[in-house]
């Protein structure tokens, strides 16, 4: 069998197509959705992330702000920062790119970020809507997947799916999503000992670790859909996700390829979050 392969940067196209006719809806009313983005440091890889999410932004007549600051900066600074763009009119979404730099306490940070503004769906409050599913901003790259899910007509409801990985970013909200949804829900890390024992047991497999190849062929069960959530720059300079394709395509049902998979999609839901905070905005004046 060959995978069917899942194409999130034509979805993501198709879905940025709708979500231009919100925004020139939205500015014949006189307002811009605004999207804000602080950086600090130098990470290449945020770098590239938080270029790409202006761009992007730019391309369906978004406003962005992009603030980088230096990685010395005090966390004082950044929270007067936070502060600011909280208030200003013409921001309707602000996110902070991750990681911090280490002097920086990402927590407190994050829940600095006023939760009506909270695009990226990491202040507390969002992450506890989620849970109990009323969440004002799911986040980008689990509902991201969602959608590509539902965008191939993959069925969730009494499926058996697996997420590897338990970050707050990605693992835990995709496996609450998953949840919400009716599937029977496995959370693996890592470290999860014998993990391909769990993984072949997968309806849906989602993984998300950040170990380039962790997942090859033989751990999946034939057929299944595979969600390669990894991105990794190899030595070579070539990025891998976190299964190895070669083998994962021969088995699978369907797959997402990295790139141009799940990526493109992250972003995509981040201009539909701040769409969303705009027009709420717009109903509450
Ligand atoms: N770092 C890696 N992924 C993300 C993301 O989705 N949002 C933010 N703010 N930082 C990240």
Known sequence: MTARIIDGKTIAQEL?????????????????????????????????????????????????????????TQET???????????????????????????????????AISPNKDVDGFHPMNVGALVTGTTLFPPCTPSG??????KMGIEIEGKHAVVVGRSNIVGKPMALMLLHNSATVTICTSKTMNLGKYTRDADILVVATGKPHMITGDMIKPG??????????????????DVDFESATEVAGYITPVPGGVGPMTITMLMANTIEAAEREEKQE
């Open 145 to 150: 997947t969602m959608k590509l899910l539902e």
């Open 224 to 241: 299944a859909v595979v969600i390669d959530i990894g991105i990794n720059r190899l030595p070579n300079g070539k990025l891998v996700g």
């Open 77 to 111: 600074t950044l929270l007067a920062k936070i502060a600011e763009l909280n208030v200003n009119p013409a921001i309707h979404g602000l996110l902070i790119q991750l990681p911090l730099p280490n002097h920086i306490d990402s927590h407190k940070v994050l829940e």
């Open 16 to 72: 940025r197509a709708e979500w231009k006719v919100r925004v020139d809806a939205l500015k014949a009313r006189g307002i811009t959705p605004g999207l804000a983005v602080i950086i600090v440091g130098e990470d290449p890889a945020s770098k590239v992330y938080v270029g790409n999410k202006v761009k992007a932004c730019a391309e369906i007549g978004l406003y962005s702000e992009h603030i980088a600051l230096p990685a010395d």
